[in-house]
């Protein structure tokens, strides 16, 4: 009897579990992206040649630390258009660009600039369907003579809302790191 008894019990239990699983629901999956190479490109407004920040890994989150480099030295006191370029390049064979998943998820994404002894200050120039900034297109200001780093953060699940990020303060932004990369540059 108490074998029965606890054999109904422990039906009655599956059963119970069975009814409330969610297996009928598919799980949609969006996997984060994969991104080898930035490439920021910034065109001074007052003409002459544009100035290419990039970071290339190839190896992904394999053993290489990524390759980075910067073009030329920025002009003082001149205003730049940035413009940013993300791509999956780990499979030569089939470069994926990213750029187009970050533009089409961009309620998703959010770049954040900060830049070391007041060389640069930015502004967005783009912005989601809720009037958030996304940093795909941007302005660059460069301060006096001097050098320092930049850096252009890619954060996946920004927490848009939150004090401070939509004006590029990334500290309360929340989310996922998708990219960081810094870049040493002197102005002159």
């Known amino acids: 009897m108490k074998h029965l008894k606890k054999l109904s019990i422990a039906i009655i239990t599956l059963l119970f579990i069975s009814s409330c699983s969610d297996d009928d629901t598919p799980v949609i999956i969006n996997e984060e992206e994969v991104i080898t190479t930035m490439t920021v490109t910034l065109t001074p407004s007052t003409g002459g040649s544009a100035i290419i920040l990039k970071t290339q890994d190839l190896d992904g989150d394999g053993p290489n630390a990524p390759v980075?480099?910067?073009?030329?030295?920025?002009?003082?006191?001149?205003v730049y258009s940035g413009a940013i370029e993300l791509l999956d390049e780990l499979d030569p064979n089939d470069v994926e660009d990213i750029t187009e998943e970050v533009k089409e998820e961009d309620d998703e994404h959010q770049f954040f600039f900060s830049a070391t002894n007041a060389i640069a200050t930015f502004d967005y120039n783009d912005e989601d369907d809720d009037g958030n900034p996304i940093g795909l297109s941007f302005t660059l200001t460069t301060?006096?003579?001097?050098?320092?780093?930049?850096?252009?953060?890619?954060?996946?699940?920004?927490?848009?809302?939150?004090?401070?990020v939509s004006e590029g303060n990334i500290e309360n932004a929340g989310g996922e790191e998708d990219i960081v990369a810094t870049f040493p540059v002197t102005v002159q």
Do not use: D, Y
């Not at 980075?68 to 001149?78: E, K, M, Q, R, Y």
């Not at 006096?144 to 004090?163: C, D, F, R, Y």
């Open 143 to 164: 301060g006096a003579s001097g050098t320092g780093t930049i850096t252009v953060t890619l954060i996946h699940e920004p927490l848009k809302n939150a004090s401070g």
């Open 68 to 78: 980075v480099t910067v073009s030329g030295n920025l002009a003082a006191s001149t």
